[in-house]
């Protein structure tokens, strides 16, 4: 499956984003997870959807800002992203996994989008 990521740009403190990821195939059953990586650092996770019952996880740092979702029909997933910070600042990545391991970490994670840049200014 290829994954396409979109919907980054240049937003204020507070602001929101709501980032897309469009997959060529079907993503049903799939985890799929969204990383960021900041320069100078290493890639972290962020949020990730279950492939049955939608189950979500998120990293700390952004739980209750960020929500993620899935729409299997569309092959999409998104990432809302509210009450954005400097730190958030980073590349946002999706990434596709059927291995089921631990899906906080990015090695199991077999596909993966381009990355679209995230910049939130002070």
């Known amino acids: 499956v290829q994954l396409q990521a979109c919907g980054g740009g240049l937003v204020q403190a507070g602001g929101s984003l709501r980032l897309s990821c469009a997959a060529s195939?079907?993503?049903?059953?799939?985890?799929m997870g969204w990383f960021r990586q900041a320069p100078g650092k290493e890639r972290e996770f962020v949020a990730v959807?279950?492939?049955?019952?939608?189950?979500?996880d998120y990293a700390d740092s952004v739980k209750s800002r960020f929500t993620i979702s899935r729409d299997n029909g569309k092959n999409t997933v998104y990432l809302q992203m509210n009450s954005l910070k400097p730190e958030d600042t980073a590349v946002y990545y999706c990434?596709?996994?059927?291995?089921?391991?631990?899906?906080?970490?990015?090695?199991?994670?077999?596909?993966w989008g381009q990355g679209t840049q995230v910049t939130v200014s002070s």
């Open positions: 990434a596709a996994d059927r291995t089921y391991g631990n899906s906080r970490s990015p090695n199991v994670y077999g596909y």
């Open positions: 195939g079907r993503i049903s059953s799939y985890n």
């Open positions: 959807i279950n492939w049955v019952g939608g189950r979500t």
